[in-house]
């Protein structure tokens, strides 16, 4: 619940308040703004400011149009307001001003909204010589026109005229002032408006030239630039032709011009408001032909210094002037078909140049040489015209060659207007081929005499014509470009694309370019080589598609928007921009917008300069602006104890409001500011009056300021009537005490304790107390909603301490009785009472002490005297059965031959026995106590005879008795072993020791025990040492130690005696041979003696012989010995070879 969040301990009454307002209505004029507002532009906008405080005031505004439509309605803290006028007529202007909720005046203002006088003056009239004009600012027949008064300013801004008309004789600058008067004398509807008067005379035409040739264009201008109609006329040509309006023109002889000639260019005005006096002013020019001339024929010169040559001309046309370059040679005004002729000229080629007013024009004329000389002698052969390729045309060429190898000089080539084409030296062979486009030319050689000697005939180099069409040089394409050129020709076109590979299309169809790179396009006509094809790079640049979204960036408290397309950092000179309104129109190409509908809008943004990508528009929303909210405000109860009233707020639209702030008037009509609350939509006060909040909307980084939305007030009252409840008001307790409010209403309490904690029960329910203080009870009805402010009451609790106090077993009797205390620590034996219980609960005394005879549960319970029970749980404890008599045994360890003394070991229940005595009874019975082993478990007998334990517990009383004989061991058996053994360990060869019968053996290696077998097959080199435990439980020891013999052995003397005992033939083996077979032969390989043995024994002799053979002793001398020895384990074979010496 709600209330479990507040601190409840620090509530204190609230004292209750008039909340009477002391406002007083007012008569003063609340409305401050126009009685009239004239509409001039279609719309204008009037402000009005009301009275009041505006720190502590609320305005609530009203305008109603004149068709009665109530067409702005705001309340909130703003004191002037601003409001578009559209609908002539009156106006309705209502304001209440309200403080604290409360109403404090009103007003109600008419305001007329009065149209537009119909204004006459225009921009600019003129003014003939010699004439007055009259200046008319409004039509007389406009509304309110008698009404208005004028005031006429010339351009010094001296007043000339208060009328509506006024008469002005010299041009300049005049404006005129005209207004409305209220009823207090106030100006408006105040307009100012100017126009300029023109002087006719003082028009001109301004031109930047006076003569045109057919490859120029010719501009005028007016003087004063003022906007009129423009005409021209060719002089001998009757009537002008219309040409166009405007402050400027520019013409194209060729396109506009009838020929060439003289002209004159007209620009006429005529004033509306003064049609008498019209402005026409003109200026000359001429449209010059290009001059024309031709060849007539030539007179060659005789020799390379001759200077006989002539020239003839004739002038097609007039001619201003005619000239030959790098001559002196030059005649004026030629009339058109006269013949001119040029003298006294070398052989050579001539460029002729003709004038005629600015124009002109060139020819190549050649003048031949009479016997010219031989190393000057040539021929023009094989004139070849331009041909045709795959991708476009080759020139054409011809060749030149000498009569004569070795000369020196140069050539000239020129073309038909006189322009030299080529001017080289001799290659220095008989013949070079010149490559030249398709046209007609003059060659012409010379030597280093500069003696000249032209080629008379033209040189025809036959020209093809170029398949037609159109393409771009560069693209810049996003995502892909669909290439299509453009022409009026069947052509084939074939694009070889950056990686090589080539597509071929026909006029009409597309190319599809996706990648950067040179692409190479070729058009042509197939089939046929009259027209040659053209080809054309085309280099593509490839942009990234732009990444943008609409931002919205501003927004005033109007509804006024602006948008931004944010494009992350890239320049915006270099893309371009689509905003679309919700009617797919085009309304903005910048990267800003501010719309003015709502909808959904869609922006593109796209690389400039470049084919659009293929990324869709972004659509957004343009919502209608809210620039105002309803709000309603709630209360819950405000209570002298509390809780706290609940004010909360909920407009609509909430997801606008960003910003509430609150405020409280109390009842003297002052504000106090609540900060605290600000932002919050539901505050939690305990102080009446009236309260107020206005929410506002302010985006950071958007709203232009922060805008009030919206206002609203609230009363808030003290509630009288409290919930009932009961509760004593002082309480003693001991540990804890549960209590119960006595009510009959369904509460919630909610109780705080000493402590501050706050614990919540109902109606019904009780509460523990346990700590010393004041417990304060805060009650509220269960029932929603409720007439019952909460109830408080406090009760003051006093607190005892339990008593700590412990049962204790006094004595106990060896006839099974015992004797219990209650023993004390926190209280005297006075200040308490002793309840001692049975199992069931009979009380069994109320003494401090207590004689129990029977076994079983009991249990003390200890409270304080004269004090509530403590909430404590009676001690429990036990009786047990009492021990009367246990069990006693006797073991003791056999009293080996060598030990000193025997172990004698006492077992019994240990946990019943307190004391153990020892007595001693020795073979002639005489008795004795051990006294220096009381309480030993275990005692070393070293003395022959009876021992006897005696056990008692702690009262003490004898609880057993048992005795023992002791008597020394009188066996003899001990452990049989060698003192040395041979093994193999490698061969894991060892003999399997026997130590005899014992109880246990333990085999130990360097101190490790290795085996705890009857039997020991040792394996490692070294020590080992053996303990056995005989069938008495004496132990003995033994020891040995091994040695490696891993060789199969055998011994035998290498002489002997015959028939001597003394010296026998003996062999011996080790550990190892388990078989021996011997072989004893003669000088002559004959057996005489043979022995087999397999039950061999280590170190014993076997095979004994004494020297004889078949009864008789052998000879003297040598025999051969043959040995042969087996380990059946290891499956070892070794024969052994030796000799022996018979001496006898």
């Known amino acids: ?50 009275g009041g405080v505006p720190e502590t005031d609320v305005y609530s505004w009203q305008i109603t149009s004149p068709s009665g439509e109530v067409e702005f309605d705001r309340t909130g803290g703003f004191q002037t307001i601003s409001f578009t006028f559209s609908d002539v ?14 109403s404090i005046g009103s007003e109600l203002k008419e305001v007329e909204l009065v149209p537009s006088p119909d204004i006459l003056l225009e921009e600019n009239n003129f003014l003939c010589a010699g004439e007055s004009l009259d200046l008319v600012a409004l039509d007389p027949e406009s509304p309110d026109f008698e009404d208005y008064q004028f005031e006429w300013l010339d351009e010094d801004n001296n007043v000339i005229g208060d009328q509506n008309t006024i008469s002005v004789s010299t041009p300049g600058f005049f404006s005129v002032r005209f207004f409305l008067l209220d009823s207090e004398g106030n100006l408006e509807c105040e307009t100012t408006i100017s126009t300029e008067i023109l002087d006719t005379g003082a028009f001109s035409i301004l031109s930047d030239k006076s003569e045109i040739c057919p490859t120029e264009l010719i501009s005028f201008s007016s003087d004063p630039p003022i906007s009129g109609d423009w005409f021209f006329e060719k002089i001998g040509d009757p009537g002008k032709v219309f040409f166009t309006s405007g402050e400027e023109i520019t013409i194209n002889p060729n396109s506009a011009l009838d020929g060439e000639g003289d002209y004159l260019v007209y620009f006429e005005l005529t004033d509306p408001n003064n049609p008498n006096c019209k402005i026409e002013t003109s200026r000359p020019f001429t449209f010059n032909p290009e001059p024309q001339i031709e060849f007539v024929s030539a007179e060659s010169a005789d020799g390379c210094s001759g200077t006989d040559g002539k020239l003839f001309i004739r002038a097609l046309t007039p001619i201003d002037l005619l000239t030959v370059e790098g001559l002196g040679f030059s005649e004026m005004s030629i009339p058109a078909g006269k013949t001119i002729e040029i003298p006294n000229l070398k052989s050579g080629a001539y460029s002729i140049f003709g004038q005629l007013g600015n124009c002109f024009n060139t020819l190549t004329a050649i003048v031949p040489l009479n016997n010219p000389p031989d190393q000057l002698e040539f021929e023009i052969i094989d004139e070849i015209g ?27 080539l020129f073309n038909e207007r006189g322009a030299i084409i080529i001017e080289s030296s001799l290659p220095g062979t008989d013949e070079f081929t010149l490559t030249v486009p398709g046209g007609n030319y003059f060659f012409e050689l010379f030597d280093e005499s500069l003696c000249n000697l032209p080629q008379s005939e033209k040189i025809e180099i036959e020209s093809l014509n170029l398949v037609s069409y159109t393409s771009p040089t560069f693209l810049s394409i996003c995502d892909e470009f669909e290439l299509t050129p453009q022409t009026s020709q069947n052509l084939e076109f074939a694009l070889t694309y950056p990686d090589g590979s080539e597509e071929i299309q026909q006029s009409g169809e597309s190319f599809t370019i996706l990648d950067e790179g040179t692409y190479t396009l070729v058009g042509r006509i197939p089939g046929q080589s009259v027209i040659c094809p053209v080809t054309r790079e085309i280099q593509v640049e490839k942009v990234e598609p732009v990444t943008f979204e609409p931002v919205l960036i501003s927004e005033d408290c109007f509804g006024n928007r602006t948008f931004e397309a944010n494009i992350f950092g890239r320049d915006p000179a270099t893309v371009d921009f689509f905003w679309f309104d919700e009617n797919e129109d085009l309304v903005g190409t910048g990267q800003f917008l501010n719309p003015v509908s709502t909808g959904t809008y869609r922006l593109d943004v796209q690389p400039s300069n470049s084919t659009a990508c293929s990324n869709d528009p972004i659509p957004f929303e343009v919502r209608e602006p809210v620039l105002s909210v309803d709000i309603s405000l709630t209360t819950t109860k405000l209570c002298e104890f509390g809780p706290e009233a609940i004010v909360n707020l909920e407009t609509t639209f909430p997801d606008e409001v960003t910003n509430i702030r609150w405020r409280r008037f109390n009842e003297a009509g002052e504000i106090v500011e609540l900060p605290q609350f600000n932002d919050l939509n539901e505050i939690q006060t305990r102080v009446g009056g009236t309260y107020e909040v206005a929410v506002f909307r302010f985006i950071p980084g958007i709203s232009v300021e922060e805008c009030e939305l919206g206002r609203a007030t609230v009363q808030l009252d003290l509630t009288p009537d409290k919930v009932a409840f009961d509760i004593p008001s002082e309480l003693t307790i001991c540990e804890r005490f549960e209590l119960t409010p006595d009510t009959n209403q369904e509460l919630d309490f909610f109780i705080t304790s000493p402590s501050g904690s706050i614990s919540e029960i109902s109606t019904g329910e009780s509460i523990v107390l346990d700590q010393t203080g004041v417990y304060t009870f805060l ?72 004689t129990i005879t029977n076994p079983g549960s009991y249990s003390l319970e200890v409270q304080p005297a004269g004090s509530t029970p403590c909430e404590i749980s009676p001690i429990a404890f036990e009786v047990a059965e009492p021990v009367l008599s246990v069990d006693v045994s006797l073991t003791s360890e056999p009293f080996c031959p060598d030990a000193s003394s025997a172990l004698v070991t006492v077992q019994s229940d ?19 106590q051990l006294n220096d082993l009381t309480n030993e478990r275990e005692i070393s007998a070293s003395l022959e005879g009876s021992y006897e334990a005696r056990v008692f517990n702690d009262i003490p009383c004898l609880l057993g008795r048992e005795e023992i004989l002791i008597l020394r061991s009188q066996d003899e058996v001990r452990p049989d072993v060698d003192s040395v053994y041979q093994i193999c360990p490698r061969l894991e060869i060892a003999p399997e020791i026997n130590p005899g019968n014992f109880a246990s053996y333990e085999w130990y290696f360097e101190d490790q025990l290795v085996s705890t077998s009857p039997t020991f097959k040792p394996l490692q080199i070294g020590n080992f040492d053996l303990i056995v435990t005989s069938l008495e439980g004496c132990t003995y020891s033994a020891s040995f130690e091994t040695e490696e013999e891993c060789e199969l052995r055998v011994q035998f003397p290498t002489a002997i005696t015959p028939q001597d005992n003394q010296k026998p033939f003996l062999i011996y083996t080790n ?74």
């Open 1 to 50: 619940m709600l209330f479990l969040q507040m601190d409840w301990s620090n509530i204190s009454p609230i004292e209750k308040k008039s909340q009477e307002p002391t406002y007083k209505t007012t008569n003063e004029t609340l409305i401050f703004g126009p009685d009239r507002i004239c509409n001039y532009f279609g719309t204008v906008i009037g402000s009005f400011s009301g």
């Open 89 to 102: 007529g009156i106006y309705q202007v209502q304001l209440e001003i309200l403080r604290g909720g409360i």
């Open 386 to 412: 331009e041909t045709c390729t795959d991708e476009g045309k080759l020139e054409g060429s011809f060749t030149v060659k000498l009569e004569n190898t070795g000369t020196n000089g140069g050539y000239r």
């Open 779 to 850: 009650a509220f009805d269960q029932n929603s909603p409720t007439p019952f402010c909460p109830e408080q009451k406090e009760i003051l609790v006093s607190r005892v301490q339990p008593v700590v106090y412990e049962p204790v077993l006094v004595e106990e009797f060896c006839d099974g009785s015992s004797l219990y205390s209650a023993e004390l620590q926190n209280y005297s034996s006075e200040d308490v009472v002793f309840f001692w219980r049975d199992n069931t609960g009979n009380l069994l005394g109320q003494a401090q002490t207590l």
């Open 910 to 928: 240990f946990e019943q026995i307190t004391t153990i005595e020892w007595w001693f009874t020795d073979p002639d019975g005489n008795q004795r």
């Open 1071 to 1144: 550990y190892l041979v388990d078989e021996l077979e011997l072989w004893i032969f003669n000088q002559w390989g004959e057996l005489i003696f043979h022995c087999k043995n397999d039950q061999l024994i280590t170190e014993e002799s076997t095979c004994l012989w004494d020297g004889t053979y078949r009864g008789e002793k052998i000879p003297n001398g040598a025999y051969s010995i043959r040995i042969n020895l087996v380990n059946y384990e290891k499956n070892i074979n070794k024969t052994q070879l030796g000799s022996l010496m018979v001496i006898d």
